[in-house]
């Protein structure tokens, strides 16, 4: 690649510090690199190299600590210092000019493909409907997953998923498209795919920076960077275009990370005086059955359930993995179809919806907390917090921010409104991740695993406010592998097998110690 062009990004002395209970730490140490239009640049490292960082100081997704990032438009030479940009100067240039490809996707799940893909252009400011859907329908043609555009991430592989990420990084135009482990959980055959994909966007003039682990796709780049420690350097590569390796690259405990968890244990809780519960139905379940079939035959997950849930229920769904959970959380939810049997809500069958009926049914009267949260990287809090409204059309469009802003103050976010998901701890994250499941008012809510990632303060704020919620009449269903977690609900039911083995009410809880008031989640009325 000849550097008779001007960078398209120019990275001076970049330094990002982090700040922990345990002191400093040097995520980035004095980065200077050149990145140049109609590039493939690979960057390489292992777990903890400060590779992520690196990509959120490229995008403007993190602040650095010291510095210079600048960007040079390839089109008219003008520049931009990127983290001299307020957050929305900062918004407007990255919805322009950057396309991000992540790992987990990061689709929204009660949304089709296609409007998934059309995202970035509503925040962005450019959504047309019929213009904006057309160019998503053709994205979605160009990595050949078109025929599938209505469905939702539910009804799709992860390399399906993946190409949908591809899509709607694409649907800005934007000059550089930045990657994060975009093949790390997808099959060779799959990450090939996926590889296509980009050798022939940088075929077509645009910058590609992918982020890996695996050393072995060194040769696939157009050129390579290596980063060890937050230090950047250039690799020695073989006559194969191979990195060669190197005696003083630390070998990294690739189990660190998993014994730094910490066992999530709640404090009781108050539970709502049993007089003052909502006693109609909610959901109802009768006879459901669901049977996949795979090469090696048939696996029945649901085997005939009969459940009912009132309105005002904090119920927690527990059993073993492979007992049936995850399958029915999809069947109250919509996400997936039942083999037989009805899925009755609010007095409705919701199986005689139609895909986009379902759709809107579900963004509108049912708010759904996943485990990893599923908020969008390049959205501030209150923005992420809105999509719901914005996409159901739910409140008018001049009370949507205020409402969000209300919502992240119930939840304790009150001083993280306009920041970002990677500035927030992990407790916050799933705090705002609820927020935003209460954006719409639902009546329902599920949550999968909603304290699976807590410390025990997180979790307890979580449960706390599940708990007020239900106080409210809204109806909270948690599913969880954590038995510890029904000394919390009103009602516990247990799967096995495919099967329900046990339901029953739980007993009067003792009154807790109080919350710390920083933890304080009391219900406002909105």
């Known amino acids: 690649m000849s550097n008779t062009k001007k960078p398209l990004f120019k990275l001076s002395d970049v330094t990002k510090i ?66 001299a940009l307020d957050q929305n100067q900062l918004a407007t240039w990255r919805g322009k000019n950057v396309g991000i490809v992540y790992q987990s996707f990061e689709l929204l799940p009660m949304l089709s493909l296609v409007d998934n893909v059309v995202l970035p252009q509503d925040f962005a400011g450019f959504f047309q409907r019929r213009k904006s859907r057309k160019k998503a329908q053709e994205l979605l043609d160009m990595v050949e997953i078109g025929e599938h555009s209505h ?49 022939k966007l940088v075929a077509q003039g645009k910058t590609v920076v992918m982020v890996t682990h695996d050393v072995n796709l060194a040769n696939r780049f157009d050129r390579v960077l290596r980063i060890v420690d937050g230090v950047v350097s250039t690799p020695t590569l073989d006559h194969s275009g191979n990195i060669v390796a190197s005696s003083q690259e630390p070998q990294l405990d690739e189990d660190e990370e998993a014994a730094n968890l910490k066992e999530v244990t709640l404090e009781p809780i108050f539970q709502q005086d049993e007089g003052e519960k909502k006693k109609e139905v909610a959901i109802s379940l009768t006879d459901v059955i669901k049977t996949y079939v795979g090469p090696a035959g048939e696996f029945t997950a649901l085997k005939g359930i009969n459940l009912d849930f009132n309105y005002g229920d904090f119920v927690a769904i527990v059993g073993k993995s492979g007992s049936g959970k995850s399958t029915l959380l999809n069947m109250l939810t919509g996400i997936d179809h039942p083999s037989s049997g009805t899925v009755t809500i609010g007095g409705n069958n919701i199986y005689d919806l139609s895909e986009s009926e379902r759709a809107q049914w579900r963004g509108k009267n049912m708010g759904i907390v996943f485990q990893f949260f599923q908020l969008l990287p390049t959205l501030t809090m209150v923005e992420n917090t809105m999509l719901p409204m ?57 949550a999968d695993e909603p304290t699976g990632n807590l410390d025990s303060k997180s979790a307890n704020t979580i449960i706390n406010l599940f708990n007020k919620l ?16 029904t000394r919390f609900t009103h009602r516990t039911v247990t799967l096995a097998d495919g099967l329900v083995v046990n339901q029953e009410d739980e007993p009067e809880l003792s009154v807790a110690k109080p919350v710390e008031p920083e933890e304080k989640t009391l219900v406002p009325s909105l």
Request: charged share 20%; no cysteine.
């Open 390 to 446: 914005d996409y159901t059309n739910t409140f008018e469009p001049s009370e949507r921010y205020d409402r969000a802003i209300e919502l992240l103050k119930m939840v304790g976010l009150e001083n993280e409104i306009h920041k970002f998901p990677d500035s927030l701890s992990t407790g916050q994250q799933q705090s705002a991740a609820i927020a935003r499941s209460m954006a719409t008012d639902p009546s329902i809510i599920v």
């Open 470 to 485: 239900s106080a409210d009449g809204k109806t909270i269903l948690i599913v969880t592998h954590d038995p510890g977690l």
């Open 18 to 83: 982090y700040t922990t209970g345990a002191g400093d730490f040097t995520a980035l140490d004095r980065v200077n690199i050149d990145i140049y239009p109609g590039e493939f640049v690979g960057i390489i490292g292992k777990s903890g190299a400060g590779k992520s960082t690196l990509l959120n100081m490229i995008s403007g997704v993190s602040r650095i600590s010291s510095g210079e990032v600048t960007y040079t438009d390839p089109a008219n030479g003008n520049q931009d210092l990127i983290h």
């Open 151 to 199: 469905k939702i991430p539910a009804h799709i592989s992860g390399g399906q998923k993946q190409r949908v990420a591809i899509a709607r990084a694409l649907v800005n135009d934007p000059q550089v498209i930045i990657a994060d482990e975009p093949t790390g959980s997808l099959d060779t055959k799959t990450s090939n795919n996926i590889f296509a994909i980009f050798e």
